[in-house]
């Protein structure tokens, strides 16, 4: 059973932070990748940030890197986005993924998907 399931979502306002988790249970993953991506009202999916999970190395969406954070914890299966400074255009579901490999920014090279959690970031 390959299961991804994301949460800590919610509501806050500008400038605000929250931590979003990814509790990943895939049997095996050391040699996967798992990301962010989220999806506004209206808009298409876009990429986040992403994470190696053999190596820890990250990537992130260039509006994102320095506000946002991706990291991982073995011990736990769990993979975590810190967010800070949020502001409403922030405001999206989001998704964790993984995919086989190293990250990629490519929604659909991404394999399983999280339910998604809703972020509503208030002015």
């Known amino acids: 059973q390959v299961r991804l399931e994301d949460s800590g979502g919610g509501l806050v306002q500008s400038g605000g932070s929250l931590r979003l988790s990814c509790e990943v249970s895939?049997?095996?993953?050391?040699?996967?990748?798992l990301a962010w991506f989220r999806q506004a009202r209206g808009q298409e999916r876009e990429f986040v940030a992403a994470?190696?999970?053999?190596?820890?190395?990250?990537l992130y969406a260039d509006s994102e890197k320095g506000r946002f954070t991706i990291s991982r914890d073995n011990g736990k299966s769990t993979v975590y986005l810190v967010m800070h400074r949020l502001q409403p255009e922030d405001t999206a579901v989001y998704y964790c993924?993984?995919?086989?490999?190293?990250?990629?920014?490519?929604?659909?090279?991404?394999?399983?998907w999280g339910q998604g959690t809703q972020v509503t970031v208030s002015s």
């Open positions: 993924a993984s995919r086989p490999g190293w990250w990629s920014k490519v929604a659909s090279l991404y394999d399983f």
């Open positions: 895939l049997g095996t993953f050391n040699n996967r990748a």
């Open positions: 994470i190696n999970w053999r190596d820890g190395k990250t």
